[in-house]
């Protein structure tokens, strides 16, 4: 089945810190990757996205690299900030029907905690 | 554009009870769904929509019923509260043919 497997939170770290969030999935075909980024009291919102294999998304100096090889789609910042502070849910998007529409397959998210 | 609506933002039921949550959206999106997200557990689907009058199960669905009779609403109802609904819910939408899903501020349902 398909399905997608993030590292444990919650994540601390101090400002200007490097950050890396594993993800890792398992899917028929070729899926579509996403990082959602959830800020406290909010919905979800779109962070980055990624169609096929090797393509790179990015936003907000966040990357994520879609790696078919390993089955992965890492997310990484190169410096944090306390407005980083959020919740991370990797997802892959699997087609169904002929509508060229996804449903999107969570992870269970990541806590990240960023201190001044 | 207002994007994704949802009411109201805080629920509290009392076990058996039914309620509705309500979801809209004005983009014209033709595919709409219903998470719910529980700590530790992502967010799972309960049901979608590829268009008006049409429906379908997600992971999740029972004790959920979903109607769609506008491209604009897309309902959830809960026909007898459970404590194990407990949760929040967030309604989505999408664009045929594009990847991403437009996310709703969510509801906050506690079951007593």
């Known amino acids: 089945g398909n399905s997608v497997t993030q590292m444990e939170g919650p994540v601390t770290l101090s400002e200007e810190a490097f950050l890396t969030i594993n993800c890792t999935y398992t899917?028929?075909?070729?899926?579509?990757l996403f990082w959602y980024v959830q800020y406290p009291g909010e919905g979800l919102q779109l962070l980055l996205k990624a169609t096929k294999a090797d393509d790179k998304g990015s936003n907000k100096g966040f990357e994520a690299t879609y790696r078919k090889e390993t089955t992965s789609f890492h997310l990484e910042k190169g410096s944090v900030q306390v407005s980083d502070s959020a919740v991370y849910f990797c997802?892959?998007?699997?087609?169904?029907?002929?509508?060229?529409?996804?449903?999107?397959?969570f992870g269970q998210g990541t806590t990240l905690q960023v201190k001044p | 554009n207002a994007g994704v609506t949802q009411t109201p933002k805080f629920q509290v039921l009392k076990t058996g009870q039914s309620m509705t949550l309500q979801c809209a959206q004005d983009?014209?999106?033709?595919?709409m769904s219903w998470y719910r997200q529980d700590p530790g557990m992502g967010l799972r689907l309960i049901h979608y929509?590829?268009?008006?009058?049409?429906?379908d199960q997600g992971e999740v669905p029972n004790g959920y019923n979903v109607s769609r009779s506008t491209t604009e609403d897309f309902p959830l109802r809960l026909l007898s509260a459970a404590p194990s609904q407990t949760s929040v819910y967030f309604c989505?939408?999408?664009?045929?043919?594009?990847?991403?899903?437009?996310f709703g501020p969510g509801t906050r349902l506690t079951v007593l």
């Open positions: 899917a028929t075909g070729y899926p579509s």
């Open positions: 997802a892959l998007s699997v087609l169904f029907g002929s509508s060229n529409t996804g449903k999107l397959i």
């Open positions: 983009m014209n999106h033709e595919y």
């Open positions: 929509s590829v268009g008006a009058g049409i429906t």
């Open positions: 989505a939408s999408q664009r045929t043919g594009f990847n991403e899903q437009f």
